[in-house]
């Protein structure tokens, strides 16, 4: 028997314009995720912010240099004009600085923060929506806008940490971009937190017409915005100025809190932002170890050197007198 001729049956269709074409898809998807990782897709038009201008390239500091600058009270609002106008003092603190208040818990995990040199990346996009924010902080408060934004890195590595923007941190005290302690206020009529101190700042600023977690209500420690702002009012209270110097390092001491953390905390935000003064705004460059170590020996090792005095003072038996 004849086998029949099988021309009529349709042969199947090749599969190698298939593949061929779900990898081009795929490379194509790939190259598109990259590109909006890293900012280019996405990210705003030509005509995006820039970062605000530096002010001037600050000098690195010479070890052992003494604080020749004093809080101004010039341009400040809400705060006591004796507070504003009290003169700081190398190793001493002004009586009426306000002061953060981090927990002895907090502090422990924040210092083994600071000594871990891992970091996020953060896109060029992501920072564009701050620069706005920076820009009218500096001119309303009179702060460096390179301290106010290392200290956005320090405390939420620039609003990309989790749980930013609700709740509070682990400690319980403290949220939002800037990490402000609501907590840390007396009984109604006695002291207010910290963040109710400067609540208002953004009162005295003209409000970017968009960005990123604007909230409706206002004050808001989510708000970046009401946040930066108060952020910046805090740190014009505490002394500092358009100066990356002492002043700069005391109201970053007095931004954390003091203790030893607190130490770490000022040299690594004033050595952050003085890096960026010389070489430019790097969002993603770590911290430079011998500024650290530069602004350590000028500012932080002798308010250090205070407490490690009284811990060996505490610890030092007293002797019983002879009869």
């Not at 190259?31 to 001037?56: D, N, R």
């Not at 990309?160 to 800037?178: D, E, K, Q, R, V």
Request: net charge negative; with cysteine; hydrophobic share 40%.
């Amino acid at each position: 028997m004849e086998t029949p001729p099988e021309h009529h049956i349709p042969a199947p269709p090749s599969e190698r314009g298939a593949w061929a074409l779900a990898l081009a898809l795929g490379l194509l998807g790939a190259a598109v995720f990259a590109l909006a990782l890293s900012g280019v897709v996405g990210g705003s038009s030509s005509g995006a912010a820039a970062p605000p201008p530096v002010l001037a390239r600050a000098p690195t500091p010479a070890p052992g240099a003494a604080d020749a600058a004093n809080a101004s009270g010039a341009g400040l609002r809400g705060v006591s004009s004796e507070a504003a106008d009290a003169p700081r003092a190398r190793g001493g603190r002004r009586a009426q600085a306000i002061v953060g208040d981090p927990s002895s818990a907090q502090a422990h995990r924040d210092l083994a923060l600071y000594e871990d040199s891992t970091s996020t990346h953060i896109s060029e996009s992501w920072m564009q929506g701050f620069y706005p924010i920076y820009a009218t902080a500096q001119k309303t408060f009179g702060v460096n806008w390179l301290l106010l934004a290392s200290i956005h890195g320090q405390e939420s590595a620039f609003s990309t940490a989790p749980g930013i923007y609700s709740g509070l941190n682990f400690a319980g005290c403290c949220g939002g971009p800037m990490q402000f302690n609501v907590t840390n206020g007396g009984p109604p009529g006695e002291s207010q937190s910290t963040w109710a101190l400067v609540s208002d700042s953004y009162r005295y600023g003209a409000r970017p017409a968009a960005y990123d977690h604007m909230t409706a209500r206002h004050p808001s420690i989510y708000d970046d915005f009401d946040a930066i702002m108060a952020a910046a009012h805090l740190l014009s209270a505490d002394g500092a100025g358009e100066e990356l110097n002492g002043a700069a390092w005391d109201a970053a001491y007095d931004y954390y809190g003091h203790d030893l953390t607190g130490v770490t905390y000022a040299d690594q935000v004033l050595a952050r932002a003085i890096a960026w003064s010389q070489h430019g705004f790097c969002i993603n460059c770590g911290l430079e170890p011998a500024m650290v170590e530069d602004v350590n020996a000028a500012y932080g090792a002798p308010v250090a050197a205070t407490y490690e005095t009284a811990t060996v003072a505490r610890a030092k038996p007293r002797k019983r007198r002879k009869r």
